[in-house]
């Protein structure tokens, strides 16, 4: 299959995915498939996002809570100073998420491994923590949110929010895809493999660090932004919880990281999984299978299930070990 | 408003405190520190501890300092097997075992914390010894006596793993393999079984860390959170594996965190531990006293 043609069929999928989010919102009447896709459509776009840094330059991001929280308190602050309209709340949240990532980025830049990771989480606290102390949105009682009323063509608020998150994750699939096939991400799969090498080779590490952090950054923060409208309500310890973290590395790492389509089929398999087990059993039950189901896949299938589904990914990191 | 007395009672307090850290974060010391093991389950099996403490506390009404040391030979046991599991997992195969190692542990600390809900509710949870709810004045100024005993408790713990780790043979061995694992091998030694063994010292440890921590407070399940950042940013600051650089580092995060506390009020204590990791990450990640 030529990249030409590959593209096509791409777009073409985007296309009939777009077609189908809305005629869904315009034909199904019953609310609660929307409430409930609504959260699938969210992982998604933080799972594909998460990708980039974590899968592609393999940096685990234990912050994911950090951005998306950005992202919701950036809509809440927004909304509170002008009632701005949600695509202005969705973009601002997609600059300071990029600003994040790029202080992320800066703090971070010689640090490895687990360095990393636990810088993320601290930043994660300490965000947190101020908002707390931030009294304009509500501290850590949190603040409740009307919504505005809905837009044409849609008929209720929720189903409008489904279809805006079905974009977020044509634009966050778009630019994985794009960075996968471009030198970025060439250049950090070889920082992921070895840093020194790729800027001994010539691959400017820092830079493209930098800019996988602020896309990621960005990407998470603009797919929490809706969340603030979506549940009417917003408050710190929620909005900056840890379980987005964990829930987000297991997908990612459950569907496989070395493709775009990884984390979007992991996305779409614990999402589904999590909201049927939200109404049948419990939360914690919820949490529960996450973890085993992160600590299975990641003991017996490290490539997740494209690598079980493509043996050409298999045979790629058997050569690589 | 502080006056000078605040300020003496926070440090006396905070030196206190700091004790009781560098208790939890002794184990982590030696297996981040020492073995390189990325065990972000630390805290995890911290709070596994001080539920164990809970439940012979509860049940057969054993003191918790006592209870911590019953459990301590099955924490030993149990970081045994955990670092059997990792090694053969992980550390064997090599590669990219970075990313899924964190992963690995991040996740083991979720599954415990659920575990933890489901079989003792989300409520907090303390125990009961003739020690806990006394306190001892000195003028306007008290200091809880369940403080003292974690004070000299830790003190006592941190001590006797220095002392393990630089005078026995087997202590030495373990500071061997963290320095150069392949000239242990050409002497004929087995590095896997002392960081095995290591390892295993590392999770005992903490039978008598958890009983301390439910002596100093209630415990809830997702407490191991904020100890991520307190146990953490204690090895980090001290230079990875040094003991003497663990106690000074627990005492700077202590008396930080309670004159924070005392000046500024509680609801900013959860940043003072991460946002002092965070510095040190990104300013001296050597540490204090590091290598």
Redesign the interface.
Known sequence: MTARHNSIVFWAGIAVFLVAVMAMTQLVRNEYPFFAGYVILQFIVLSVAWSIL?GYA?Y?N?GTNAFFGVGVYTAVALFKVSGAPLVVQIAAAAVVGMLLGLAVGL??L??????F???T???A??I???V??WRFVGG?AGIQLQRPPVTEPFDSYVKMLFFVQGVLVVIAVAIARYIQNSRIGRGLQAL?DDELAAECTGVPTLKLKLVACMISGGLIAAGGAPAAMYLQYADPSSAFN?SYS?SV??MA?IGGTAHWIGPVLGAILLGTTQQLLAVTISS??N??V???M??VF??VA?KGIIGLLRPRYRLRAGG?? | MFSMDLLLGAVVLGVLLGCFYAAVSVGLSVS?GLLDV?H?AHPAFLVLASYGVFLLNDRYDIDPLVAGLLITPLFFVFGLVAYRIYYE?FER????A???G???F???A??I???I??QFGVDQQSVSASYIGKSWRFGEFRIPIRQLVAFAVALGLTGLLAIYLSKTFMGRAIRAVAQDEEALRLMGANPVRIKQFAFGIATAVLGMAGALLIIVAPVEPTLD?AY??RT?CVV?MAGLGSMTGTLIAAIILGVAETIVLTVFGA??A??IS??M??AV??FR?QGLLGR
């Open positions: 974590g393999g685990v234990f703090l971070t010689r640090m490895r491994g687990i360095f990771s636990i810088a989480i601290a930043l606290i300490i947190e923590t101020t707390m102390n850590a992921r840890l964990v590395l297991a790492l914690e039950v949490v529960l996450l973890g085993i992160l600590v990641v003991v490290p690589k070990a | 981040f990325p972000v997992i195969r090599g590669s990219d970075a990313v899924r964190i992963a690995f991040f996740g083991i979720f599954i914390e659920v575990l809900i489901l959170r991520i950042g953490f980090v609801s900013w959860p940043a991460f946002g990791l965070l990450l990104a990640p």
